[in-house]
């Protein structure tokens, strides 16, 4: 199939549309959680359970999305996403039931997960059969943008939403785009080659490692519990996640098709250290966009909705600037950036107070959004040179994973440093902390030689 223009606006629009449901999803709830505990007559930190979920069953879903549809075909997989997320909206927005809503939050977070990694696994196929050796810029870049870049966009869209026609519409809203998203699929994504393999319950099981899976679940499941419970760890939950890890490693270094392949990741240190970056500076931009909003609005008294629209400009700029880093296919040069763009910006968080004017907070903010641009770009590009194409769904389903990590990990640390009181002194732990996790990131980048090789593949052949 060698086209001039393989990624035709009808191939990649339903590819686009399916990754902003994800980010969007993760982010809008927070502006209505408080409406949702009035209206339950229940307490917030009872609703929180409805941001635990979704993040929990994306972390699992991303991988396992990326798995299956290496072995049952993305098509299949997109569009069996986009059915879950409609079922999803449509029973969040007609119940009134806390637990039928965690429910909805869950087939949501399962249904937008296998979007990325789907989507990833079509265009590296449509890639190769068009020619192609070196990664599709444009592609990959417009993927991010609608993707990872769309969270922040998440708050003032939740918040216009729920200040206009109240909570249920950060449900329904995905109604109508789960259908437009579905019909594009249905049309415009060409039919998944035949399923190869035998089809019994015993074969598949084989096929996609379904022991594998199910360990990962739980491991992921313990390691979420532990930090979700900070400040008050349940040491138990770590302690499960510690011998369930180790439990799982050994059985994917045994099995025949590993839903984890642990001799690669431990073979190919490159596509680790991606992951291990990839977790530090989502730590630090997840704090940006929760534990400043937070403080914005304790120590500042704005509104979620101002605090939002505070925060969108880096959004926009991570837009920006994930365009021309993706078109180019730069991989070092973003990433010594990234790194260090989020030393610069955290060290304003530092000396951020309640008295600062909002235009030095605005500027901070823009920074990260430099952060966020040339992260979210140049580590996709990084993973797509480091992977066969046989295993770029699982594997970006993971880069996934990681980021949930991080985005969880930087919600511990804000609990942690806030659960008495928000202040200035709290911002300014959780900063020095942003400085250090960034300097490792920039060390690191630094010191990975085999950056400047991927960096000199991805950018010169052709």
């Given at each position: 199939m060698r086209n001039s223009n393989p990624f035709s606006w009808r191939f990649v629009a339903p590819l686009y549309m399916g990754s902003t449901l994800n980010p969007i999803n993760s982010s809008m709830i927070a502006t209505a959680l408080v409406p949702i505990a009035a209206y339950m007559h229940v307490s917030v930190a009872q609703t929180t359970l409805l941001v635990t979920s979704l993040y929990l069953s994306s972390s699992i879903a991303q991988?396992?999305?990326?798995?299956?549809?290496?072995?049952?075909?993305?098509?299949?997989?997109f569009l069996a996403g986009i059915v879950l997320v409609l079922s999803g909206g449509l029973l969040g927005g007609m119940t009134g039931n806390l637990t039928v809503l965690i429910v909805s939050r869950i087939l949501i977070g399962i249904g937008t997960s296998t979007a990325y990694p789907s989507a990833m696994l079509l265009i590296r196929r449509r890639a190769e059969s068009a020619g192609m050796s070196k990664p599709?810029?444009?592609?990959?870049?417009?993927?991010?943008?609608?993707?990872?870049?769309?969270?922040?966009?998440?708050?003032?869209?939740?918040?216009?939403?729920?200040?206009?026609?109240?909570?249920?519409?950060?449900?329904?809203?995905?109604?109508?785009?789960?259908i437009v998203a579905f019909v594009m699929a249905a049309f415009w994504i060409p039919k998944d080659e035949p399923i190869e393999g035998g089809k019994t319950v015993r074969?598949?099981?084989?096929?996609?490692?379904?022991?594998?899976?199910?360990?990962?679940a739980v491991t992921i499941s313990a390691l979420m519990a532990f930090l979700f419970s900070l400040p008050e760890p349940a040491w138990i939950a770590f302690g499960?996640?510690?011998?369930?890890?180790?439990?799982?490693?050994?059985?994917?270094?045994?099995?025949?098709?590993?839903?984890?392949?642990?001799?690669?990741?431990?073979?190919?240190?490159?596509?680790?250290?991606?992951?291990?970056?990839?977790?530090l500076i989502t730590l630090c931009i997840y704090t940006v966009l929760y534990g400043v909003t937070e403080w914005i609005s304790a120590a500042r008294g704005a509104s979620a909705l101002e605090a939002g629209l505070l925060i969108l400009p880096m959004s926009v700029l991570s837009a920006l600037v994930v365009g021309p880093v993706s078109k180019r296919n730069l991989v070092l040069e973003p990433l010594i950036v990234c790194a260090g763009s989020a030393i610069l910006a955290s060290i304003g968080v530092f000396l951020l107070t309640t008295n600062t004017?909002?235009?030095?907070?605005?500027?901070?903010?823009?920074?990260?959004?430099?952060t966020m641009g040339t992260m979210a770009s140049s580590n996709q590009t990084a993973l797509y040179m480091q992977i066969t194409s046989d295993q770029i769904g699982t594997a970006s389903?993971?880069?996934?994973?990681?980021?949930?990590i991080g985005s969880i990990a930087s919600s511990a640390l804000i609990g942690i440093v806030f659960h008495t009181k928000v202040s200035?002194?709290?911002?300014?732990?959780?900063?020095?902390?942003?400085?250090?996790?960034?300097?490792?990131a920039l060390i690191m980048t630094i010191a990975d030689h085999q950056l400047k090789v991927i960096s000199k593949q991805a950018s010169t052949t052709s």
């Amino acid at each position: 199939m060698r086209n001039s223009n393989p990624f035709s606006w009808r191939f990649v629009a339903p590819l686009y549309m399916g990754s902003t449901l994800n980010p969007i999803n993760s982010s809008m709830i927070a502006t209505a959680l408080v409406p949702i505990a009035a209206y339950m007559h229940v307490s917030v930190a009872q609703t929180t359970l409805l941001v635990t979920s979704l993040y929990l069953s994306s972390s699992i879903a991303q991988p396992t999305a990326g798995k299956l549809s290496e072995a049952f075909g993305p098509r299949r997989v997109f569009l069996a996403g986009i059915v879950l997320v409609l079922s999803g909206g449509l029973l969040g927005g007609m119940t009134g039931n806390l637990t039928v809503l965690i429910v909805s939050r869950i087939l949501i977070g399962i249904g937008t997960s296998t979007a990325y990694p789907s989507a990833m696994l079509l265009i590296r196929r449509r890639a190769e059969s068009a020619g192609m050796s070196k990664p599709p810029g444009n592609v990959l870049g417009s993927l991010q943008i609608a993707g990872v870049v769309t969270a922040a966009v998440g708050l003032p869209i939740g918040g216009l939403l729920v200040d206009a026609w109240g909570w249920r519409t950060t449900f329904l809203v995905n109604i109508p785009f789960a259908i437009v998203a579905f019909v594009m699929a249905a049309f415009w994504i060409p039919k998944d080659e035949p399923i190869e393999g035998g089809k019994t319950v015993r074969a598949i099981s084989a096929r996609i490692d379904i022991t594998g899976i199910i360990g990962f679940a739980v491991t992921i499941s313990a390691l979420m519990a532990f930090l979700f419970s900070l400040p008050e760890p349940a040491w138990i939950a770590f302690g499960v996640a510690c011998v369930l890890g180790i439990l799982l490693i050994c059985w994917e270094l045994r099995a025949k098709h590993p839903f984890i392949d642990v001799r690669m990741l431990a073979s190919n240190r490159a596509l680790s250290r991606t992951y291990a970056r990839f977790t530090l500076i989502t730590l630090c931009i997840y704090t940006v966009l929760y534990g400043v909003t937070e403080w914005i609005s304790a120590a500042r008294g704005a509104s979620a909705l101002e605090a939002g629209l505070l925060i969108l400009p880096m959004s926009v700029l991570s837009a920006l600037v994930v365009g021309p880093v993706s078109k180019r296919n730069l991989v070092l040069e973003p990433l010594i950036v990234c790194a260090g763009s989020a030393i610069l910006a955290s060290i304003g968080v530092f000396l951020l107070t309640t008295n600062t004017s909002i235009i030095w907070i605005l500027l901070i903010t823009l920074i990260f959004g430099v952060t966020m641009g040339t992260m979210a770009s140049s580590n996709q590009t990084a993973l797509y040179m480091q992977i066969t194409s046989d295993q770029i769904g699982t594997a970006s389903g993971l880069l996934r994973t990681f980021g949930y990590i991080g985005s969880i990990a930087s919600s511990a640390l804000i609990g942690i440093v806030f659960h008495t009181k928000v202040s200035d002194s709290g911002l300014h732990h959780i900063a020095v902390i942003m400085i250090a996790v960034s300097v490792i990131a920039l060390i690191m980048t630094i010191a990975d030689h085999q950056l400047k090789v991927i960096s000199k593949q991805a950018s010169t052949t052709s």
